[in-house]
């Protein structure tokens, strides 16, 4: 089971090794995809998590669909997730820190 340490902890230790920009996914178990900007704030059961919209956002209509605040910042859903509801979580890099070859060594 997912738990607290796993979304509070692991993910940014997951995501600082792989370096470069990452993205995170949490899949739930209804089936839904929640595409994680961040964490707000850990609580023992649940945790509230600042979210990006679910269809791909046009540059030129970011401030249709994803208001500012007063002080010019951008303002994200927020929702407030149960680690229970949570299947399992993607951390891709989407663009490597460093460089690999795949294949086997010979």
Same mark, same amino acid.
């Given at each position: 089971? =997912?738990?607290?340490?796993?979304?509070?902890?692991?993910?940014?230790?997951?995501?600082?090794?792989?370096?470069?920009?990452? *993205? /995170? #996914?949490?899949?739930?178990?209804? %089936? #839904?995809?929640?595409?994680?900007?961040?964490? @707000?704030?850990?609580?023992?059961?649940?945790?509230?998590? #600042? @979210?990006?919209?679910?269809?791909?956002?046009?540059?030129?209509?970011?401030? #249709?669909? =994803?208001?500012?605040?007063?002080? %010019?910042?951008?303002?994200?859903?927020?929702? =407030? /997730?149960?680690?229970?509801? @949570? *299947?399992? @979580?993607? /951390?891709?890099?989407?663009?490597?820190?460093?460089?690999?070859?795949?294949?086997?060594?010979?």
């Amino acid at each position: 089971m =997912i738990d607290r340490v796993a979304v509070e902890a692991l993910v940014k230790k997951q995501a600082n090794e792989m370096g470069g920009s990452v *993205s /995170v #996914e949490l899949h739930l178990f209804n %089936g #839904e995809v929640l595409f994680l900007r961040g964490g @707000i704030e850990y609580f023992d059961v649940y945790f509230v998590a #600042e @979210i990006f919209p679910s269809e791909p956002l046009n540059p030129n209509k970011l401030d #249709e669909k =994803i208001s500012k605040n007063e002080s %010019g910042q951008r303002v994200f859903d927020r929702l =407030i /997730v149960s680690y229970q509801a @949570i *299947s399992y @979580i993607r /951390v891709s890099a989407s663009k490597p820190a460093m460089s690999a070859s795949l294949g086997f060594a010979g």
